[in-house]
């Protein structure tokens, strides 16, 4: 019931006009300073309206200084209302979010009046869905800014819908112009909607506000408790998802693993990035030389010594060592040989052990036969 019940409260607020009213914005001229995948700004003016999808959203890049959207009314209007629809699953991007307005277009996005500045939560968590903010003067050009890094990827502009609503004008029985007010309802923000209960929810099944989210959506580790608030996953997300409840992936090319802490650009595949799987990062065509791991992030140990890495110059040094051996070892029995090292023996047993070569010396002046004999010894 309580979900039914938001969903006939939300349809009531995108109607906005039963009367007169009249979306200037729709379908105008939009642009943008970058553009994330295929998120590009003619998505903010569409009248679609997916605060579920962003790929139905406008999405600049990540990892900038600032992000700006802009349209073109291709007519002055004066203090209209500016409805802006943020993505509802997912909130971070919120706080910092500017309005700036203009006659003319210019360079400086942030070039005319500041309308608006949202401030809240970091986390956004008590910044309404649906804003509307009324900005005051004849103006033509409306911008969206942020400088604001509210997550790890930097200022980001995220939101599914740009409104603006001006007020009418009618010709009169006597050919007068006059002004019809247009016919707004109250903006139904978290902040004022009743929290819901366990009760309410069905424990383990529904979560979030009105019990608008699924428990059965989170991208848990392990089987968790489903808390009626957060839907919170003890023990943390799946790999290739984040968040409290583990429902936002990783991005598409840049992220990947538990948390989304994988960097895409610092893995070593074979053949660069192709491709970058938010669970896993593998590298389909293999690592790098000097590299291992399914994601190629792991540096082989210098000191690892196998068939594929020795190369003709080892073979060769290692050659010249062994020889250079054998002729140092060579040389060292000849000179033994010759008499040119002595060898001092200690007595054994109580025995005196013959000094060969002073024994060689003395019986060679006697007979030379027994030089042979020392040879033999020798």
């Known amino acids: 019931m309580t979900v039914l019940c938001g969903a006939v409260l939300l349809m009531a607020f995108v109607s906005l006009s039963a009367g007169k009213g009249q979306n200037i914005a729709l379908n105008k001229p939009a642009w943008m300073s970058t553009s994330w995948q295929n998120c590009t700004a003619s998505k903010a003016v569409d009248g679609v309206i997916n605060t579920k999808a962003w790929w139905m959203s406008v999405h600049t890049d990540v990892y ?16 209209p209302q500016v409805l802006i629809y943020f993505r509802s699953d997912y909130k971070l991007r919120r706080n910092g979010v500017q309005f700036y307005t203009s006659v003319t277009n210019s360079s400086d996005p942030k ?12 986390s956004g968590a008590d910044i309404p869905d649906v804003l509307n903010v009324t900005c005051p003067g004849a103006w033509r050009y409306l911008t969206v800014y942020t400088e604001t890094g509210n997550d790890k990827h930097g200022p980001i502009l995220d939101f599914a819908e740009i409104q603006v609503w001006k007020e009418n004008i009618e010709t009169s029985d006597d050919g007068q112009e006059t002004l019809s007010q247009t016919t707004t309802s109250v903006v139904l923000t978290p902040s004022v909607m009743p929290l819901t209960t366990e009760h309410e929810c069905g424990a383990g099944e529904w979560y979030g506000t009105n019990c608008m989210k699924s428990c059965a959506d989170r991208q848990c580790k392990r089987v968790s408790n489903c808390d009626v608030m957060q839907g919170r996953c003890d023990g943390g997300c799946m790999a290739g998802w984040y968040g409290t409840d583990c429902t ?7 992220e990947y693993g538990a948390n989304c802490v994988g960097n895409c650009s610092s893995r070593m595949c074979e053949g660069g990035s192709v491709s970058c799987p938010r669970d896993t990062g593998r590298c389909e065509l293999g690592c790098q030389s000097g590299w291992t791991g399914e994601d190629c992030i792991k540096e082989l140990s210098t000191c690892t010594l196998s068939p594929n890495n020795i190369s003709v110059l080892d073979i060769i040094v290692g050659i010249m060592v062994g020889v250079l051996l054998m002729l140092v070892l060579g040389l060292y029995l000849r000179s033994l040989k010759n008499g040119k090292l002595h060898w001092n023996c200690r007595p054994v047993q ?29």
Do not use: M
């Open 111 to 122: 070039e005319g009046d500041l309308c608006y500045t949202v401030r809240g939560q970091q």
């Open 350 to 378: 109580g025995q005196e052990i013959i000094d060969v070569p002073k024994f060689a010396d003395v019986h060679a002046t006697k007979d030379t036969n027994n030089v042979n004999i020392i040879e033999d010894i020798l």
């Open 64 to 79: 900038q200084p600032s992000a700006w959207w802009k349209v073109d009314l291709q007519s002055e209007v004066r203090s």
């Open 248 to 254: 936002q992936e990783c991005f598409q090319g840049l």
